[in-house]
């Protein structure tokens, strides 16, 4: 089974702060997904990556900017947290090129409270 | 783009019953719809799927069913138990995989 590792699994942050999430896969995966999971929103993509080197913005990427080192890790970072930005955070990688059949694989998901 | 909507939002059932979950779709080049279900504090994990040129999926407890013409998709699980109690999302993936909001399935011992 895929393996997506997420660190850290919670965090405390101060507004203004600097945030940084990771995300690590062992499945040599091309594509890989950052979202955050709110009550009464689902998932919302901030941002995702075709391979190393790449990023591409989602649908809410303000505020959230994403770097993508190498084949197995993913970061997502906050320059300037706000309290809006308290969150269930959710790495994902997928085994398809383009999505059009594309299974995801989840990390545990890492809870973000920005004070 | 492609919108996803799913219904109940919540329902709550005793061990045994039957539930039904709808998904509806607007973008007709989505191909694939994966479902994945997310026990409480935990990952998401996929459970089922379905291309778009199938209409019927089953694999234990859980029928997944798909009307490209009305773009409409339903999961059906049988036998509940509690351990089935969970937010459901279904999915829609052509260029891009696009979630539902989820269903919060409560399954009563």
């Known amino acids: 089974e895929a393996a997506v590792t997420q660190s850290p699994r919670n965090k405390v942050a101060v507004t203004g702060g600097k945030v940084t999430l990771s995300c690590n896969q062992t499945n040599n995966h091309n594509n890989m997904y950052w979202y955050r999971q709110d009550t009464g929103h689902g998932l919302r993509l901030i941002h995702y990556s075709y391979g190393a080197g790449s990023t591409e913005k989602g649908d809410i990427p303000d505020g959230y900017k994403a770097s993508r080192p190498s084949q197995e890790n993913f970061s997502l970072i906050l320059e300037l947290a706000t309290p809006s930005q308290t969150s269930v955070y959710f790495c994902a990688s997928g085994d398809a090129w383009g999505g059009r059949a594309e299974t995801l694989y989840f990390g545990s998901g890492t809870r973000l409270t920005v004070l | 783009g492609e919108q996803v909507e799913q219904l109940p939002s919540s329902l709550i059932v005793q061990e045994g019953a039957s539930v039904l979950i709808n998904c509806s779709y607007t973008d007709s080049a989505s191909v694939y719809f994966p479902w994945y279900k997310q026990e409480p504090g935990k990952r998401l994990q996929f459970i089922i799927d379905i291309r778009s040129n199938m209409e019927r999926k089953q694999t234990q407890r859980l029928t997944l069913l798909f009307d490209k013409k009305t773009k409409h998709l339903s999961l059906h699980i049988t036998a509940t138990q509690p351990g089935d109690s969970a937010i459901y999302f279904c999915?829609?993936?052509?260029?891009?995989?696009?979630f539902g909001d989820g269903t919060q399935l409560v399954v009563k011992p």
């Open positions: 999915s829609a993936s052509n260029n891009r995989i696009f």
